[in-house]
C-alpha cells in the first residue's frame, strides 16, 4: 500500500493538470531504508508530449543526486495519462527501472476530476496497490510546489485488482 500525504497528493494533482494536455512527471523522495514519501520534487516532461514522458536527462541526474547526497531514494515516481485511465502503458512498463518505487498515475482527462491509482512495476509485472491519502502535516518546504487546503484526516482509495 502507498500511504501518502494529501499536501503531496494535492501538489502532483496540480502538476498534472498545470502541464495538462502534456503529460507531467516528478518523483516523491524520502529517507532510504524506508517507504515514506516525503518530498516532492515535479520535474520537466524532455518528451513534451500528451502521450508519453521522459525525464530529461541532466534534471534526472541532478535530482538522483541530490536524493543520494540527501541519503534518500525515489519512492513515488509519477506522471500523468491525458486522455486515457491511470494504467501503466507498455512504455510506462519498459521503462519502469526503480523496482522499490510506487508508480503513482493520476489521469486528467476528465476536467472536473482525476483518478489517482499506484502500481509496484517489476521485472514487467504490474501490481496495483492501494493507495491511503493521510493529512500528516508534512513539512510545507518539503513539497516543493502548488500547496493546497487540507480535507479530512484520511482517504482509502480502493483499487481493483488487474
Request: hydrophobic share 35%; proline share 6%.
Amino acid at each position: 500500500m502507498l500511504s501518502i500525504d494529501r499536501a503531496i497528493v494535492d501538489a502532483i494533482v496540480a502538476h498534472a493538470r498545470r502541464d495538462h494536455p502534456d503529460e507531467a512527471c516528478g518523483v516523491v523522495a524520502g529517507p532510504a531504508g524506508s517507504d515514506t514519501a516525503t518530498r516532492h520534487i515535479p520535474m520537466e516532461n524532455a518528451a513534451r508530449s500528451m502521450t508519453f514522458y521522459e525525464f530529461d536527462s541532466m534534471e534526472h541526474l541532478r535530482v538522483w543526486r541530490e536524493m543520494d547526497d540527501r541519503d534518500e531514494v525515489p519512492v513515488v515516481i509519477y506522471h500523468s495519462h491525458t486522455a486515457t485511465e491511470a494504467y501503466p502503458s507498455r512504455t510506462d512498463v519498459s521503462f519502469a527501472g526503480e523496482p522499490d518505487a510506487h508508480y503513482l498515475l493520476v489521469s486528467t482527462r476528465e476536467p472536473d476530476s482525476e483518478e489517482i491509482r499506484s502500481f509496484r512495476i517489476v521485472d514487467g509485472v504490474v501490481t496495483e496497490e492501494k493507495v491511503r491519502i493521510l493529512d500528516a502535516g508534512v513539512d510545507p518546504h518539503a513539497v516543493q510546489s502548488y500547496m493546497f487546503g487540507q480535507s479530512p484526516a484520511t482517504v482509502d482509495y480502493e483499487c481493483s485488482g488487474r
